[in-house]
C-alpha cells in the first residue's frame, strides 16, 4: 500500500503526468460550467466538439502533421491496424514488405498474410531482436504496396534511429511506443499509427495519421468500422469515439505544448533520462544492457543480471521500494524499465541509485 | 456556464451515477493504494486484474449471465458488432433474419449484407418505427444462422416488451440502450451486445454476452480482433483492453447492486420514470407522445408539439435551466428525454414541471 505516486515503470498503460490527472480529477463532476462529466457529454455536444478539436489542433501542432493528413481517433488498439493496414492499402499490388524486428512487427507481418502477400524486408530474429537492421540490409520491394515497420520495440527495448528510404513505396509505421516522444517528419510517411496507451492517454484510442489519398480503395465487403474512408468522411465520428480517451489525449497534449516545451524539447528530457541508465549499465558489474549500442530504445531499457532468480529478487525489491513494473516481458526475460514522457528524470535517477545500492549488496 | 450538476437528457453518452463519478474522482491519482490511477496500470498487473475481474463477475449476478455464456470486453461500439456477429455467426447457414425496427437495426442489417444474405423479418417503417412488430407479424427464417433485433431504438423511443419467440434460431440482440435497465433472461439469447455509453460506462467499451459454442467458426481471413474466438481465448486481454472503461463500469455495476438493489429494482424506478412523462404526455395539451403506447421506451421518451419552432424554443429554454440534450434526433425532430439508470426520479419530476410551466405559458 502507496500514501504517494509511486514511478511506475510499466511499458503500458503507463504512467500519465500528474498535472493532466489532476485536471481530470477537478473536472470529473463538471467540466468548464457544462455541468457534467466528460464521460457523460453527448459526442455531438459543442462541448465535447471543442475538446475533440483542440486535442486534434494540439497533436497537429505539435508533430506538425501537413495539411494533406487526416488525424483520426479510432479503436482497436494497434492491433486493429495490423488488419486494417493491409485491408485498406495492400490492393493496390496485392503485396507489401515488412520489417520484422519484434514480436508486434510480425505480428502485423502475419495478421497482414490474410489480405496479401507479405515480403520480409529484413528480420532480427538471428539475433533474438537485440539490433535494428541497417538501410543496405533493407530488401524493399518497388512493388510493394507500402512497406511496415515498427519504429520502437516495447519488448526487446531497439528503436529505430533513422527512417528508412523507400523510394515510392509508402512507410506505414507503428509508432506505438515512441509516438510524441520526439519530432517526426510526419511527410516522410503514408500511414502512422499508434495505441494510445504509452505516451499519449489511457487504453482506448488509437490515433491514425494518414495521408488522404491513401484511403478510399478497400474492398466493398470491409467491415464498416475497418475502412479509413469512412472515418476520414465523418471525421472520426461515424459512431460513438472514446470520448474520455480523446479529452485524457488533449491534456496530454496540453501539457506537452504548454509546460514541456513541445516534442524537440522533449526529446532532448528524454534522451537525458536513457543516458542515465545506459550510462549506468554500461558501467555496472551487475546489470548488463543486451542491446546493440546504436539501435537502444529511449523508451524501453531493457536489462539483467547474470542470474534470473537475482532479476526477480531485484524486480520484487523495487517494487516494494516504489519503483513499479520493473519486471521484463516473459518472451525475454530480466528487467524492463519504461520512460516515456510522463516519467520524470528524477524518477530515473532515482532508480539508477536504488540499482546502484542493489549493485552494492550483491556483487 | 452551471455552477451545479445538471439534469442530462442526453441519449448517450447519458449521465453516470453521482457516487460512481465521486469514487472516480478520489481514485484518480491513487486507486486503492497502488501509487497510481487506473488509467496507469498494466493491464496485466494484479491491481487491474482484480479490478477486470470484479467487473466480469458484478455483471454476471445482476444479468444472472449463465455459465456456458462468455462476458466480453471489446473496443468499436454497437457499430463494429454490426459486421462481427455475421462475420462470425453467419456461416452456419450463410443467411440471416433481421427485424428492422429502427435506424441502428437497419444499419446492422445492411452491414451484415457484406457477409451473407439477409432476411427481413419485419419491418417498421411503414408507420416511421412508431411501432414494435407484434410476434405474429416475424417471418422467423428456419434455416437463418440467427435472427437479430435491437431491444431498444434510441431514435425513435420504441422497445420491443417481449422477447421474440424464434424456434432453434439463435436470438442475436442490440441491447445498447436497455441493457441493466431491467432484469432480462440471457438463457433466451445466443449472443448480446450492448456499446457502453448510455447504460454502462463511458463510451469505448463494447459488451458482448455470447454463448459459448456460436464462437469459433468465423472464416480464417477474419482480422483477428473481429474474431471472438480471440477474445474468448484470451479473456478480453488479447490485447490492451480499454481499462478505464472497464473499471467505470465495474463502479456502475457495484451501484447497480449495492445502492439499487439489482436489475429487479432498477427496472421498477425505471418503469416509475417513464410513467411520469408518459402519463403527463397523455393529458397535455401541448406536448404529446407519437409512439403506439403499447411499445413505448422507458429509456427514450421523443415527444413534440404541433410546431417546429415551439418543439426549438421549448429544448433551448429547457437547457438554459439546466434540462440538457433534449433536442430530438434528427431523423424524427421534436424532443427526446433519455431516462437511462443513473438519471433520477427527481430529474423527470422537475422536467415534467418545467413542461407544465411551459405549457401553461403557450397554450
Redesign the interface.
Known sequence: ??????Y?F???????P?PV??E??RS???WN?????V?????R?SAFASIFQDTKDRLRRLMQVPEEYEILFL??????Q???VP?NLMGRTGKASYALTGNFSTKAYE?AQ??GQCLVACSSADKNHTYIPAQEALSVDRDASYFHYCANNTIYGTEWHYVPETGNVPLVCDMSSNILSKPVDVSKYGLIYA?A?KNMA????TVVILRRDLAGSAP???????DYATHIKKDSM????????IY?LGLVAKWLEEEMGGLGAMEKVNAEKAAVLYEYLDESRLFRSSVVPADRSRMNVTFRTESAELDAQFAKEAGEA?F??LKGHRLVGGMRASLYNAMPLAGVKALRNFMADFEKEHI
Request: proline share 7%; charged share 10%; hydrophobic share 35%.
Open positions: 500500500m502507496f500514501n504517494e505516486r509511486i511506475n510499466s511499458a503500458g498503460p503507463s504512467m500519465l500528474l490527472l489532476q481530470a480529477q470529473m463532476l463538471n460550467g457544462s455541468g457534467m462529466s464521460m457523460e457529454m453527448s459526442h455536444s479503436q482497436g488498439g494497434a492491433t486493429t495490423f488488419s486494417m485491408m495478421e490474410k489480405f495505441g496507451q489511457p487504453a482506448g484510442v466493398e465487403n470491409t467491415p464498416v468500422m475497418l461515424y459512431n460513438t469515439p472514446p470520448c474520455w480517451c485524457v516504489g513499479s513494473n
